[in-house]
């Protein structure tokens, strides 16, 4: 079982800036993605920011230019740092792994998450 500890969620201003860590029980290339989601009061969970099998971050329309996502695979760590944050970016943020798992016998696909980090954006 791949366990996901996130942290460094909190408050701040507008404008302000945080930085998501989310620690991985397993060495990242075992995963075929990280990604971070998150959810807002009353909304669906929306994808934030992927990195598909070691490749380059893929973002959300909504961060593209504000959010950066990048891993340590030596401390198999994942992050998002978050600038010029705004009031709309307030919700649950949520570390995500995907594991596809093949052999002769089986194919198995897994999603692991983590258990999600608040921030809260002040305008």
């Known amino acids: 079982q791949v366990q996901l500890v996130e942290s460094g969620g909190g408050l701040v201003q507008a404008g302000g800036s945080l930085r998501l860590s989310c620690a991985v029980s397993i060495s990242m290339h075992s995963l075929n993605a990280s990604a971070w989601y998150r959810q807002a009061p009353g909304k669906q969970r929306e994808l934030v920011a992927v990195i598909i099998s070691g490749g380059t971050a893929k973002y959300g329309d909504s961060v593209k230019g504000r959010f950066t996502m990048y891993r340590d695979n030596a401390k198999n760590t994942v992050f998002l740092q978050m600038n010029s944050l705004k009031p709309e970016d307030t919700a649950v943020y949520y570390c995500?792994?995907?594991?596809?798992?093949?052999?002769?016998?089986?194919?198995?696909?897994?999603?692991?998450w983590g258990q999600g980090t608040q921030v809260t954006v002040s305008s």
């Open positions: 995500n792994a995907h594991q596809v798992v093949v052999s002769s016998e089986r194919y198995e696909e897994n999603d692991y």
